[in-house]
Nanobody
């Protein structure tokens, strides 16, 4: 089993920045993809960004240019730096992990096996 713990959420004004972190623990794994998803009130959970253990990254259109995902293979952590935040970015952000092939990225939440509990991000306008 893999446990994921997110941190770094909070309240920020529009135009501000937040950095989310996710730490993985549990079973040993070296090939993986980790991702961030988010779910706003009344909406379905959506993909934000992903990074694999080989450093392959992919972003949703709304995240490109504003969000940056980084990972530390040794520490099994992944961060999401969010800049120029908008009120539309208000959501619960979830960290997810998928073990296995790290040559390509995955954007579908159904392909991720492990999930964190989520961290609230609120952007005030």
């Amino acid at each position: 089993q893999v446990q994921l713990v997110e941190s770094g959420g909070g309240l920020v004004q529009a135009g501000g920045s937040l950095r989310l972190s996710c730490a993985a623990s549990g079973r040993t794994f070296n090939s993986y993809a980790m991702a961030w998803f988010r779910q706003a009130p009344g909406k379905e959970r959506e993909f934000v960004a992903t990074i694999t253990s080989r450093g392959v990254t992919y972003y949703s259109d709304f995240a490109k240019g504003r969000f940056t995902i980084t990972g530390d293979n040794a520490k099994k952590t992944v961060d999401l730096q969010m800049n120029s935040l908008k009120s539309d970015d208000t959501a619960v952000y979830y960290c997810a992990a998928r073990l296995g092939d790290s040559r390509i990225y995955y954007t579908s939440q159904t392909l991720y096996n492990y999930w964190g509990q989520g961290t609230q991000v609120t952007v005030s306008s």
